[in-house]
Protein backbone atom coordinates (compact mmCIF):
# COMPACT_ATOMS: atom_id res chain seq x y z
CA UNK A 1 0.00 0.00 0.00
CA UNK A 2 1.29 3.48 -0.90
CA UNK A 3 1.67 5.64 2.32
CA UNK A 4 2.44 8.62 0.09
CA UNK A 5 1.49 11.72 0.77
CA UNK A 6 -0.34 12.56 -2.77
CA UNK A 7 -1.88 15.88 -3.65
CA UNK A 8 -5.62 13.85 -3.31
CA UNK A 9 -4.76 13.80 0.36
CA UNK A 10 -5.37 18.17 0.55
CA UNK A 11 -5.01 18.84 4.19
CA UNK A 12 -7.47 19.35 6.61
CA UNK A 13 -7.12 21.80 9.17
CA UNK A 14 -9.92 21.90 11.55
CA UNK A 15 -11.48 23.59 15.09
CA UNK A 16 -13.64 22.57 17.11
CA UNK A 17 -14.96 25.01 19.72
CA UNK A 18 -16.88 22.45 21.60
CA UNK A 19 -19.14 24.71 24.11
CA UNK A 20 -17.23 28.02 23.67
CA UNK A 21 -17.97 31.43 22.36
CA UNK A 22 -21.62 33.42 21.95
CA UNK A 23 -22.63 35.17 18.56
CA UNK A 24 -20.85 37.94 19.03
CA UNK A 25 -17.51 36.30 20.06
CA UNK A 26 -18.02 34.01 17.10
CA UNK A 27 -18.11 37.27 15.07
CA UNK A 28 -15.51 39.01 16.51
CA UNK A 29 -13.16 35.93 15.81
CA UNK A 30 -14.25 36.11 12.19
CA UNK A 31 -13.39 39.64 12.00
CA UNK A 32 -9.68 38.54 13.44
CA UNK A 33 -8.92 35.63 11.89
CA UNK A 34 -9.83 35.90 7.86
CA UNK A 35 -7.10 38.68 7.33
CA UNK A 36 -4.79 36.27 8.70
CA UNK A 37 -5.29 33.23 7.10
CA UNK A 38 -6.11 34.83 3.45
CA UNK A 39 -3.50 33.48 1.59
CA UNK A 40 -3.98 29.86 3.21
CA UNK A 41 -4.69 28.08 0.05
CA UNK A 42 -2.80 24.72 0.88
CA UNK A 43 -5.62 23.23 2.60
CA UNK A 44 -9.21 23.35 3.87
CA UNK A 45 -10.38 25.07 7.09
CA UNK A 46 -13.11 24.14 9.04
CA UNK A 47 -14.55 25.18 12.20
CA UNK A 48 -17.01 23.95 14.33
CA UNK A 49 -18.98 26.22 17.00
CA UNK A 50 -21.69 25.44 19.31
CA UNK A 51 -25.11 25.11 17.29
CA UNK A 52 -26.39 28.47 18.50
CA UNK A 53 -23.40 30.11 16.79
CA UNK A 54 -23.51 28.34 13.36
CA UNK A 55 -26.04 31.03 11.59
CA UNK A 56 -23.15 33.64 12.82
CA UNK A 57 -20.29 31.66 11.59
CA UNK A 58 -21.98 30.98 8.44
CA UNK A 59 -23.14 34.92 7.71
CA UNK A 60 -19.31 35.62 8.45
CA UNK A 61 -17.68 33.28 6.46
CA UNK A 62 -20.00 33.49 3.50
CA UNK A 63 -17.56 34.67 0.68
CA UNK A 64 -14.72 32.41 1.87
CA UNK A 65 -13.48 29.01 1.56
CA UNK A 66 -14.00 28.05 5.45
CA UNK A 67 -16.09 25.32 6.01
CA UNK A 68 -18.95 25.44 9.14
CA UNK A 69 -19.46 22.25 11.40
CA UNK A 70 -21.79 21.20 13.68
CA UNK A 71 -20.31 19.47 16.76
CA UNK A 72 -22.67 16.31 16.28
CA UNK A 73 -25.73 15.85 14.66
CA UNK A 74 -28.75 12.64 15.21
CA UNK A 75 -28.93 10.01 13.03
CA UNK A 76 -32.87 10.35 12.64
CA UNK A 77 -34.44 12.50 10.53
CA UNK A 78 -36.60 13.98 12.89
CA UNK A 79 -38.68 12.82 15.90
CA UNK A 80 -39.03 13.59 19.66
CA UNK A 81 -35.40 13.89 20.62
CA UNK A 82 -35.40 16.80 22.82
CA UNK A 83 -32.18 18.39 22.90
CA UNK A 84 -30.87 16.61 19.47
CA UNK A 85 -30.41 18.37 15.82
CA UNK A 86 -30.36 16.29 13.19
CA UNK A 87 -28.25 16.50 9.75
CA UNK A 88 -30.81 18.18 7.34
CA UNK A 89 -30.85 20.89 9.99
CA UNK A 90 -27.61 21.38 10.00
CA UNK A 91 -27.28 21.58 6.15
CA UNK A 92 -30.07 24.27 5.86
CA UNK A 93 -27.79 26.06 8.17
CA UNK A 94 -25.31 26.05 6.08
CA UNK A 95 -22.82 23.61 7.73
CA UNK A 96 -21.12 21.27 5.07
CA UNK A 97 -18.91 19.01 7.58
CA UNK A 98 -20.24 17.40 11.28
CA UNK A 99 -18.15 15.93 13.97
CA UNK A 100 -18.86 12.55 14.99
CA UNK A 101 -17.94 10.49 17.71
CA UNK A 102 -16.03 12.98 19.82
CA UNK A 103 -14.22 11.16 23.09
CA UNK A 104 -16.53 13.78 24.83
CA UNK A 105 -19.40 12.69 23.45
CA UNK A 106 -18.34 9.24 23.57
CA UNK A 107 -17.98 9.91 27.55
CA UNK A 108 -20.29 11.88 28.58
CA UNK A 109 -23.17 11.18 26.29
CA UNK A 110 -22.40 7.47 25.94
CA UNK A 111 -22.14 7.32 21.89
CA UNK A 112 -21.44 3.81 20.92
CA UNK A 113 -19.29 2.77 17.86
CA UNK A 114 -22.87 1.60 16.61
CA UNK A 115 -24.11 5.12 17.34
CA UNK A 116 -20.97 6.25 15.56
CA UNK A 117 -21.55 4.63 12.22
CA UNK A 118 -25.68 5.30 11.76
CA UNK A 119 -24.72 9.03 12.73
CA UNK A 120 -21.84 8.59 9.91
CA UNK A 121 -24.39 7.11 7.31
CA UNK A 122 -27.20 9.87 8.48
CA UNK A 123 -24.58 12.16 7.91
CA UNK A 124 -23.20 11.65 4.98
CA UNK A 125 -27.01 10.97 2.88
CA UNK A 126 -27.43 14.47 4.33
CA UNK A 127 -25.02 15.89 2.47
CA UNK A 128 -22.30 16.59 4.84
CA UNK A 129 -18.94 15.42 6.02
CA UNK A 130 -18.62 13.37 8.62
CA UNK A 131 -15.51 13.96 10.66
CA UNK A 132 -15.48 10.41 12.71
CA UNK A 133 -13.39 10.36 15.80
CA UNK A 134 -11.34 7.82 17.74
CA UNK A 135 -9.18 7.31 20.20
CA UNK A 136 -7.77 5.06 22.91
CA UNK A 137 -7.74 6.70 27.10
CA UNK A 138 -4.43 6.48 29.23
CA UNK A 139 -5.44 3.51 30.43
CA UNK A 140 -5.65 1.87 27.24
CA UNK A 141 -2.27 2.83 25.90
CA UNK A 142 -0.60 2.21 29.22
CA UNK A 143 -1.88 -1.23 29.04
CA UNK A 144 -0.85 -1.65 25.13
CA UNK A 145 -4.30 -1.86 24.29
CA UNK A 146 -4.08 0.97 22.00
CA UNK A 147 -4.35 -0.87 18.41
CA UNK A 148 -6.92 -3.56 20.00
CA UNK A 149 -9.14 -0.46 20.77
CA UNK A 150 -8.38 1.51 17.43
CA UNK A 151 -9.38 -1.71 15.44
CA UNK A 152 -12.49 -1.85 17.73
CA UNK A 153 -14.01 1.24 17.18
CA UNK A 154 -12.84 1.35 13.47
CA UNK A 155 -15.02 -1.95 12.60
CA UNK A 156 -17.86 -1.04 15.14
CA UNK A 157 -17.60 2.48 13.33
CA UNK A 158 -16.40 3.68 10.21
CA UNK A 159 -15.67 0.31 9.15
CA UNK A 160 -19.53 -0.42 8.81
CA UNK A 161 -20.39 2.04 6.52
CA UNK A 162 -20.05 0.52 2.63
CA UNK A 163 -17.32 1.39 0.39
CA UNK A 164 -18.88 4.31 -1.23
CA UNK A 165 -19.81 5.86 2.08
CA UNK A 166 -16.27 5.52 3.59
CA UNK A 167 -14.79 6.91 0.58
CA UNK A 168 -16.34 10.28 1.58
CA UNK A 169 -15.61 10.83 5.16
CA UNK A 170 -12.89 12.29 6.75
CA UNK A 171 -11.08 10.52 10.04
CA UNK A 172 -9.87 11.97 13.39
CA UNK A 173 -7.14 10.12 15.39
CA UNK A 174 -7.79 11.61 19.18
CA UNK A 175 -6.08 10.17 21.84
CA UNK A 176 -8.62 10.76 24.66
CA UNK A 177 -5.28 11.26 26.92
CA UNK A 178 -3.67 14.17 24.99
CA UNK A 179 -7.42 16.16 24.74
CA UNK A 180 -7.32 19.68 26.41
CA UNK A 181 -4.40 17.84 28.35
CA UNK A 182 -1.74 19.60 27.25
CA UNK A 183 0.02 15.99 26.36
CA UNK A 184 0.04 16.05 22.95
CA UNK A 185 1.17 12.49 21.32
CA UNK A 186 4.59 13.11 19.59
CA UNK A 187 4.62 13.05 16.01
CA UNK A 188 6.08 9.13 15.85
CA UNK A 189 3.59 8.21 17.84
CA UNK A 190 0.41 10.18 16.21
CA UNK A 191 1.68 8.70 12.92
CA UNK A 192 1.75 5.25 14.01
CA UNK A 193 -1.51 5.32 14.99
CA UNK A 194 -2.35 6.62 11.67
CA UNK A 195 -0.68 4.12 9.84
CA UNK A 196 -1.93 1.38 11.83
CA UNK A 197 -5.59 3.05 10.88
CA UNK A 198 -4.89 3.04 6.86
CA UNK A 199 -3.94 -0.36 6.93
CA UNK A 200 -7.67 -1.23 9.02
CA UNK A 201 -9.21 1.08 6.01
CA UNK A 202 -7.24 -0.90 3.47
CA UNK A 203 -8.17 -4.53 5.20
CA UNK A 204 -11.79 -3.50 5.42
CA UNK A 205 -12.24 -1.74 2.24
CA UNK A 206 -9.34 -0.96 -0.17
CA UNK A 207 -5.51 0.21 -1.09
CA UNK A 208 -7.15 2.49 -2.96
CA UNK A 209 -8.99 3.94 -0.39
CA UNK A 210 -7.02 3.85 2.07
CA UNK A 211 -4.13 5.91 0.58
CA UNK A 212 -6.69 8.32 -0.51
CA UNK A 213 -8.52 8.95 2.72
CA UNK A 214 -7.20 11.56 5.20
CA UNK A 215 -6.58 11.22 8.85
CA UNK A 216 -6.66 13.98 11.48
CA UNK A 217 -4.73 14.41 14.41
CA UNK A 218 -6.45 15.82 17.57
CA UNK A 219 -4.77 16.35 20.97
CA UNK A 220 -3.44 19.29 22.04
CA UNK A 221 -2.46 20.70 18.78
CA UNK A 222 -0.49 24.45 19.66
CA UNK A 223 1.29 26.88 17.41
CA UNK A 224 4.45 25.43 18.59
CA UNK A 225 3.84 21.87 18.12
CA UNK A 226 2.26 21.92 14.78
CA UNK A 227 5.53 22.08 12.75
CA UNK A 228 6.56 18.74 14.04
CA UNK A 229 3.00 16.91 13.10
CA UNK A 230 2.51 18.53 10.31
CA UNK A 231 6.15 17.18 9.57
CA UNK A 232 4.86 13.05 9.12
CA UNK A 233 3.40 12.36 6.04
CA UNK A 234 0.45 10.35 7.70
CA UNK A 235 -1.18 13.56 9.39
CA UNK A 236 -3.48 14.87 6.69
CA UNK A 237 -4.09 17.91 9.26
CA UNK A 238 -5.42 18.37 12.50
CA UNK A 239 -8.48 18.88 15.06
CA UNK A 240 -7.77 21.65 17.13
CA UNK A 241 -9.98 22.51 19.98
CA UNK A 242 -8.42 25.02 22.20
CA UNK A 243 -5.72 26.74 20.09
CA UNK A 244 -8.86 27.14 17.48
CA UNK A 245 -10.40 29.68 19.99
CA UNK A 246 -7.52 32.46 19.45
CA UNK A 247 -7.75 33.55 16.02
CA UNK A 248 -3.71 34.42 15.80
CA UNK A 249 -3.08 30.69 17.44
CA UNK A 250 -5.42 29.22 14.77
CA UNK A 251 -3.87 30.73 11.81
CA UNK A 252 -0.55 30.17 12.67
CA UNK A 253 -1.70 26.36 12.75
CA UNK A 254 -3.89 26.52 9.73
CA UNK A 255 -0.88 28.60 7.73
CA UNK A 256 1.93 26.02 8.78
CA UNK A 257 3.25 24.60 5.53
P1 LIG B 1 -7.64 20.09 22.35
O1 LIG B 1 -8.99 19.37 21.83
O2 LIG B 1 -6.93 20.61 21.12
O3 LIG B 1 -8.11 21.20 23.26
O4 LIG B 1 -6.84 19.05 23.05
C1 LIG B 1 -8.99 18.59 20.68
C2 LIG B 1 -10.38 18.04 20.43
O5 LIG B 1 -11.09 17.75 21.40
O6 LIG B 1 -10.81 17.88 19.28
Redesign the pocket.
Known sequence: MSDSHTPSRRRVMAG?W?MYKTQAETRAFFEAFLPLIADADHCDIVIAPPFTSIAAAVEKTKDTKIGIAGQNSHWQKEGAFTGEVSTGMLVESGCRYVIVG???RRQYNGETDDIVAQKSRSALAAGLIPIVCLGENFTERETGRTEEVLSQQFIGGPGALTHEEFSRILLAY?PVW????GRTATPEIAAAAHQFLRRCVQDQFSAEIAAGLRILY????KPDNIQGLMAQRELDGT?????SLEPKSFATIVNCK
Open positions: NKHSEEAIGTGGSVLVGGA
